[in-house]
């Protein structure tokens, strides 16, 4: 990857003998690639569980991919994927907030990225010769708000990326012991365009023939984080709106006809009354202490509920929808994850393209036969590696309410 920018930077200069040269996002090289595969499922998910207390749920999606995800009690979530062509992955991520995946191609090529909670990762290469090649990557936070990112690449050369406070960042002159040419330094803007500064140009022989695709990422990833801890906010789960005006996701409760086995027309059906939640946390449970308002509702019940999330920062999100008995997720009225049905605990995901600022979200929910439910909702952003519950502080009332 790091040889591509390289390639590109020596284009770009012989395309112009003045000081600067400017462009526009056709550069190279995010530092961590995102890992995240997003495909139709093709059947429903199978969950088992092992009398160890662990669950592993096994999806097949359209491409005929088997994903078999492993939970194990202490937290460690091995992620099994084994393509129809034979590449195997295997991801195991820790909750000390570790990762170590293992690609395993069909010409005996074995890749072992190991990801530190730090974000640092090192990459060991082994073929099928039995040749290992290594390289790493180390992050480091400066106390001046920057970042530094540096890569040491299989042969001993290193590169380095420091990222701005503000999202900008400069790659670095590098120097290269294939042709030992110092690079220029580029300033790269969050929007994907950049400045060179040609002075730190030293001459080169030839210009470069290359082929270069530009990638769908822009060029710098910032670097990945374990998810932060979370604490449920204290007191009941569903409460009376008007006396919690923090708690911005707003419920209406109905009841469902008995042995309903999916989410039904809730504007068909009587509203009891409108409750708040804090957030879609609810983990699996038994469901005894019934709304606010509405007495003994344990079971055969329906939420609709609706509020709205300020997306960060335009980008591709993927959420995962976990729910006893039936859920769905809508953004926008689009939809997004569709978790319906009768069953126990389960998670489904959906990605979709967001623009920073206000979007609706709308989950209907619904609880079959008493005690157990579960309702949750957690999204992963763009260029990180872990899913979390939505910061609370990204959420408002819905429209009109
Ligand atoms: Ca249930």
Redo the contacts with the bound molecule.
């Keep these: 990857m790091h040889k591509r920018s390289i390639l590109l930077a020596v284009g770009l200069i012989g395309l112009s003998a003045s000081c600067k040269t400017t462009g526009s996002k056709k550069s190279a090289t995010p530092v961590i690639t995102p890992t995240t595969t997003t495909a139709t499922v093709l059947k429903p998910a199978t969950t088992a569980t092992a009398s160890d207390g662990s669950t592993s749920t096994t999806t097949t999606a359209a491409d005929g991919t088997i994903t078999v995800v492993k939970r194990a009690i202490d937290g460690t979530v091995t992620t099994v994927s084994t393509r129809k062509d034979g590449v195997v992955t295997t991801s195991i991520a820790k909750n000390d907030g570790t990762t170590t995946t293992t690609t395993r191609s069909t010409d005996g090529t074995s890749t072992v990225v190991v990801t530190a909670i730090n974000g640092a990762t090192t990459t060991t290469v082994t073929k099928a010769d039995g040749t290992v090649s290594k390289s790493s990557t180390v992050v480091t936070k400066n106390a001046n708000g920057t970042t530094t990112t540096v890569t040491t690449n299989p042969n001993g050369t290193t590169s380095t990326v420091i990222t701005n406070a503000d999202g900008t960042h400069v790659n670095t002159a590098g120097t290269y012991q294939a042709n030992q040419v110092a690079y220029p330094v580029a300033t790269v803007q969050t929007d994907g365009s950049y400045s060179y500064d040609t002075s730190a140009y030293a001459p080169y022989s030839a210009p470069v023939a290359y082929g270069y695709t530009a990638p769908a990422a822009p060029l710098y990833a910032p670097p990945t984080y374990g998810a932060p801890t979370y604490t449920p906010a204290p007191g009941p789960v569903f409460v009376d709106c008007g006396a919690y005006s923090d708690r911005k996701l707003v419920a209406s409760v109905y009841k469902i006809p008995s042995q309903s086995r999916s989410i039904p027309n809730f504007s068909t059906l009587y509203k009891e009354r409108d409750v708040c939640l804090n957030q879609l946390d609810v983990t699996n449970r038994n469901f005894k202490e019934g709304f606010p308002g509405v007495s003994n509702l344990l ?1 055969w019940f329906g939420l609709d509920i609706r509020w709205s999330v300020n997306i960060p920062a335009d980008g591709t999100y993927k959420f995962f929808l976990n729910s ?2 039936g859920s769905i997720l809508w953004i926008d009225n689009n939809l997004v994850v569709n978790n319906d049905g ?1 069953h ?1 605990h389960q998670e489904r995901s959906g990605s979709v393209s967001l623009t920073a600022g206000y979007h609706s979200f709308h989950v209907s929910y619904i ?7 579960a309702l949750e909702l957690a999204w992963q952003k763009p260029y990180t590696n872990y899913s979390e519950y939505i910061p609370t502080s990204l959420f408002a009332r819905p429209q009109g309410y």
């Design positions: 079971e006893d008995d009768i126990s609880q079959g036969p008493k005690y157990q439910i």
